[in-house]
C-alpha cells in the first residue's frame, strides 16, 4: 500500500442519513425551517431531502430509532453534520429564519476560514450551519500554515447581511 496517498481535491463528503425518532417533527424542522426539498418519502419510516433538487443530501429514518431517547451525549458518534451555505448573507437569512421561528441555537463561531451557527435538530443531532470564507482571506501564520480558530460570532454584524 502506498503509504504517499493523499484523497484527491476534488473529493467530497456526500449525505449525511441521520437516525431520527419522529419522521414528522423532522421533516417539519428540515423543511418547513431550514427550507429542505423533500425528494422521496422511503416507505412510512424514511425520508430523503436536498437543496436545489439534488437526489438526497439528507436521509433521515426511524429504522432502528421510532420512539427512541436520543444518544448520549457522552459516548462515540457524530458530533454534528455541517450544512455549507453559499454566502454569508444565506447564512444570515438562515439564521433569521430560526430567530422567526424561536429555535433555539446552542452557538455560534468565527473560525477564521469560516462562519458558523450551531444547532440540535429536534432529535438532538448536532448541527453546524456555516459559510466559507474565501481561500483567500483565509489566516495564517507567520510561516504561512493555516490559523483556525474559535471566536465569538458578531450576530448582530451577521443580521446586516440583511439591510
Not at 463528503?13 to 425518532?21: D, F, P, Q
Request: hydrophobic residues 40%; proline residues 5%; without cysteine.
Amino acid at each position: 500500500m502506498e503509504d504517499n496517498y493523499k484523497v484527491p481535491a476534488q473529493t467530497s463528503i456526500g449525505h449525511v442519513h441521520l437516525k431520527i425518532t419522529d419522521l414528522e417533527r423532522a421533516l417539519a424542522f428540515y423543511t418547513g425551517i431550514l427550507g429542505f426539498e423533500l425528494m422521496q418519502m422511503y416507505g412510512k419510516d424514511a425520508a430523503f431531502i436536498s437543496a436545489g433538487g439534488y437526489h438526497h443530501h439528507i436521509g433521515l429514518n426511524t429504522w432502528y430509532s421510532k420512539g427512541a431517547s436520543p444518544a448520549p451525549v457522552r459516548s462515540a458518534g457524530l458530533f454534528h453534520a455541517a450544512i455549507l451555505y453559499p454566502t454569508r448573507k444565506d447564512l444570515a437569512v438562515i439564521f433569521k429564519r430560526l430567530i422567526d421561528a424561536n429555535y433555539p441555537i446552542t452557538g455560534a463561531s468565527d473560525h477564521g476560514v469560516s462562519e458558523a451557527i450551531y444547532l440540535n435538530d429536534p432529535d438532538h443531532n448536532g448541527l453546524e450551519l456555516y459559510w466559507d470564507r474565501p481561500k483567500s482571506q483565509w489566516p495564517t501564520h507567520a510561516d504561512g500554515s493555516l490559523y483556525m480558530y474559535t471566536r465569538h460570532l458578531d450576530l448582530e454584524d451577521l443580521l446586516k447581511e440583511l439591510e
